[in-house]
T-cell receptor
Framework: ETGVTQTPRHLVMGMTNKKSLKCEQH?????MYWYKQSAKKPLELMFV???????ENNSVPSRFSPECPNSSHLFLHLHTLQPEDSALYLC???????????????FGPGTRLLVL | QKEVEQNSGPLSVPEGAIASLNCTYS??????FFWYRQYSGKSPELIMF????GDKEDGRFTAQLNKASQYVSLLIRDSQPSDSATYLC??????????????FGKGTKLSVIP
C-alpha cells in the first residue's frame, strides 16, 4: 500500500448505528487530518492530530469521535448521526515542521457516507 | 473568519486554450498557497504550491502569487478535456499553539470542450 488509504470507501448507516472510519498513511508523516466535504461547500477541517496529539477540533459535534493510536493510523468513530452528516469524509496527512513543500497535505480516497 | 474565495464557475474553455483560475484570500499573513485538482467522486490531488511572489511553472501549469493583492491564480496552458475537474485553492494559515491548517475555497469547476 502506498500513500493514504481509507476504509470503507462507501458506508450506509442508520441514525442509531455506530460505525468507524479508518485511515492509514504510508508516507512517514507526523500529522493527520479529518475533513468533511459536502456538496457546494468548501472542505471543512474537523480534526487535526500532530504527533498523535489532537491539536484542532473545529467545533465538531460530539457524535464524531476521533482516535489516533499512532502517527500512521487515524479513526473517526460515528454514532447517532443525522442525515445532514451525509458527505464525503476525507483523511489527509502531512509532515509538519519539515518546512516548505514538505508540509503539503496528501489526501486519501475518502469514505462516502450516507445516513438514513 | 479567514476566507478563501473562488469563482465557482463552471468555467468553460475550448480544447487548446488557456484556462485561468483565480483565488483571493483574507489573511494577509498567509505564506503558503496550494492548488488541488478534484475529479468528480475522487479526492483532491495536489497540482502545485507557491510561496513567493511571482510565477511558478510546472509543465502546462503556472501558479501566480501576488501577496500585496492577496491573490493567487492558476493558469493551464493547452487545456485538455482531461483537465475537466474542480480546482481547489488552499491557503496555509497559522491557527495558534504552533499549529497550521489549510483553509480551502469552494473550488472552481472547469470544463474543457473538445
Amino acid at each position: 500500500e502506498t500513500g493514504v488509504t481509507q476504509t470503507p470507501r462507501h458506508l450506509v448507516m442508520g441514525m442509531t448505528n455506530k460505525k468507524s472510519l479508518k485511515c492509514e498513511q504510508h508516507l512517514g508523516h507526523n500529522a493527520m487530518y479529518w475533513y468533511k466535504q459536502s456538496a457546494k461547500k468548501p472542505l471543512e477541517l474537523m480534526f487535526v492530530y500532530n504527533f498523535k496529539e489532537q491539536t484542532e477540533n473545529n467545533s465538531v459535534p460530539s457524535r464524531f469521535s476521533p482516535e489516533c493510536p499512532n502517527s500512521s493510523h487515524l479513526f473517526l468513530h460515528l454514532h447517532t448521526l443525522q442525515p445532514e452528516d451525509s458527505a464525503l469524509y476525507l483523511c489527509a496527512s502531512s509532515q509538519e515542521g519539515a518546512g516548505g513543500p514538505g508540509e503539503t497535505q496528501y489526501f486519501g480516497p475518502g469514505t462516502r457516507l450516507l445516513v438514513l | 473568519q479567514k476566507e478563501v474565495e473562488q469563482n465557482s464557475g463552471p468555467l468553460s474553455v475550448p480544447e487548446g486554450a488557456i484556462a485561468s483560475l483565480n483565488c483571493t484570500y483574507s489573511d494577509r499573513g498567509s505564506q503558503s498557497f496550494f492548488w488541488y485538482r478534484q475529479y468528480s467522486g475522487k479526492s483532491p490531488e495536489l497540482i502545485m504550491f507557491i510561496y513567493s511572489n511571482g510565477d511558478k511553472e510546472d509543465g502546462r501549469f503556472t501558479a501566480q502569487l501576488n501577496k500585496a493583492s492577496q491573490y493567487v491564480s492558476l493558469l493551464i496552458r493547452d487545456s485538455q478535456p482531461s483537465d475537466s475537474a474542480t480546482y481547489l485553492c488552499a491557503v496555509r494559515e497559522y491557527s495558534g499553539a504552533g499549529s497550521y491548517q489549510l483553509t480551502f475555497g469552494k473550488g472552481t469547476k472547469l470544463s474543457v470542450i473538445p
